[in-house]
């Protein structure tokens, strides 16, 4: 008997995908269209990355907001 294989569709979030990874202990998930068809893969490593970027893109918009609120408020 074997076991069907872990995947995600390309219109999924990060976040379906890295816990569907984590669910079935995998670090790295095949990316397939409707038809099946592989289009990709991502890892955890690829999934990281891409919070990270993210996560400090939040961080700069953060105290960039945080910056313009003092400066009005000098004014």
Known sequence: MTTPVVTAMPNESMMVALARMREFGIRRLPITD???????????????????????????NIHSSKTREVALRSE
């Not at 038809?35 to 996560?55: D, M, T, Y």
């Open 34 to 60: 409707e038809n099946n068809k592989l289009v990709g893969v991502i890892s955890n490593s690829n999934l990281v990355e891409e919070l990270s970027s993210l996560l400090d893109s939040l961080v700069r």
